[in-house]
């Protein structure tokens, strides 16, 4: 269960992120010095004129969109992209975006995710591609990362009511979970052909702690581990979580498949009892999305049947 991230560890986030979209914002400039007539034409006007942004992940394309951000560039994704950017070109797949098209956009800022930063920015900085990357780790970062991007693109309002939006949520789910008795949980984080475990630290993570389930990964700083079934069974969790990323049902088959060869999973309380559950992979991405307060809402129906 200790075993740290190795390269196909790496690997398999790497096509959960793809398959999703899944402290960078500090690296996030200032917009050039606005002239006269730009400022009487209205922060929509000076977004167009003085920014040609591209987004290379669903999630933070659907973030723009809720600003009222433009965008010159996104995602290539069989996810539906809002309807703002049907203009836009398309860049590529968000693990590896196709740099020639995306230069010849000439855009002025890139934005990735911190969840792709490690392999992404070589290949950027290799083609000449300053490149910015956005923590959508958890609930918190992504606010932050609205905040910020709002502020720098002359949406704070728009960002204010949207980060309001989920401070909302999570009163309200903390009100209906009070005082219960919280359940410990496994989250099993699976692409094609394998899977792993994902801790507190994870975005999913995140969400079950804020609902105020136990992990039964404890003690750890890394986002997912290599799974050992035996460690996990002394932890015996209450519910289990089954995330499928990638190609979803393709992964929901190999978890029915693992869950019935390998004996040891119905010795799991979460087994016994049926607390079993495949999350929709729309509400529970790799990274934080817009759709996280209806994922609190699914997780709260989950922990406390």
Same mark, same amino acid.
């Given at each position: 269960?200790?075993?740290?991230?190795?390269?196909?560890?790496?690997?398999?986030?790497?096509?959960?992120?793809?398959?999703?979209?899944?402290?960078?914002?500090?690296?996030?400039?200032? /917009? &050039? @010095?606005?002239?006269?007539?730009?400022?009487?034409?209205?922060?929509?006007?000076?977004?167009?004129?003085?920014?040609?942004?591209?987004?290379?992940?669903?999630?933070?394309?659907?973030?723009? %969109?809720?600003?009222?951000?433009?965008?010159?560039?996104?995602?290539?994704? !069989?996810?539906?992209?809002? !309807?703002?950017?049907?203009? *836009?070109?398309?860049?590529?797949? &968000?693990?590896?975006?196709?740099?020639?098209?995306?230069?010849?956009?000439? /855009?002025?800022?890139?934005?990735?995710?911190?969840?792709?930063?490690?392999?992404?920015? /070589?290949?950027? +900085?290799?083609?000449?591609?300053?490149?910015?990357?956005? %923590?959508? @780790?958890?609930?918190?970062?992504?606010?932050? *990362?609205?905040?910020?991007?709002?502020?720098?693109?002359?949406?704070?309002? +728009? !960002?204010?009511?949207? $980060?309001?939006?989920?401070? %909302?949520?999570?009163?309200?789910?903390? *009100?209906?979970?009070?005082?219960? +008795?919280?359940?410990?949980?496994?989250?099993?984080?699976?692409? /094609?052909?394998?899977?792993? $475990?994902? @801790?507190?630290?994870?975005?999913?993570? =995140?969400?079950?702690?804020? *609902?105020?389930?136990?992990?039964?990964?404890?003690?750890?700083?890394?986002?997912?581990?290599?799974?050992?079934?035996?460690?996990?069974?002394?932890?015996?969790? =209450?519910?289990?979580?089954?995330?499928?990323?990638?190609?979803?049902?393709?992964? $929901?088959?190999?978890?029915?498949?693992?869950?019935?060869?390998?004996?040891?999973?119905?010795?799991?309380?979460?087994?016994?009892?049926?607390?079993?559950? %495949?999350?929709?992979?729309?509400?529970?991405?790799?990274?934080?999305?817009?759709?996280? =307060?209806?994922?609190?809402?699914?997780?709260?129906?989950?922990?406390?049947?």
């Amino acid at each position: 269960m200790k075993k740290r991230w190795g390269l196909w560890l790496g690997a398999l986030l790497l096509v959960a992120a793809a398959g999703c979209s899944a402290s960078a914002n500090e690296g996030v400039s200032s /917009p &050039p @010095t606005e002239t006269a007539s730009s400022a009487q034409a209205g922060p929509s006007a000076q977004t167009a004129e003085t920014h040609r942004i591209v987004a290379t992940t669903v999630a933070v394309t659907q973030m723009m %969109d809720a600003l009222g951000i433009e965008l010159v560039g996104v995602p290539t994704s !069989a996810k539906t992209l809002p !309807a703002r950017y049907d203009g *836009a070109t398309r860049v590529g797949n &968000p693990m590896s975006p196709d740099m020639e098209i995306v230069k010849s956009l000439k /855009p002025t800022e890139v934005l990735s995710v911190t969840t792709l930063q490690y392999d992404l920015e /070589p290949k950027f +900085e290799s083609a000449g591609i300053e490149a910015e990357f956005v %923590d959508l @780790t958890s609930l918190a970062s992504m606010q932050e *990362a609205i905040s910020t991007i709002g502020g720098k693109y002359g949406k704070e309002d +728009e !960002a204010k009511e949207l $980060v309001a939006k989920y401070d %909302d949520k999570i009163a309200e789910v903390q *009100a209906a979970v009070a005082g219960k +008795e919280q359940p410990k949980v496994l989250i099993l984080m699976g692409v /094609p052909g394998s899977y792993l $475990v994902a @801790t507190e630290h994870s975005y999913i993570g =995140d969400l079950v702690k804020m *609902a105020g389930g136990v992990n039964v990964v404890q003690g750890e700083t890394v986002e997912y581990l290599a799974s050992n079934s035996e460690y996990l069974h002394q932890s015996n969790p =209450d519910v289990i979580l089954r995330a499928a990323h990638g190609m979803p049902e393709e992964v $929901v088959k190999m978890f029915d498949e693992e869950f019935k060869e390998n004996d040891i999973w119905k010795h799991f309380n979460a087994v016994k009892n049926g607390r079993v559950y %495949d999350l929709e992979e729309a509400l529970f991405g790799t990274t934080g999305n817009l759709a996280a =307060d209806e994922a609190l809402d699914a997780l709260v129906g989950m922990l406390y049947p």
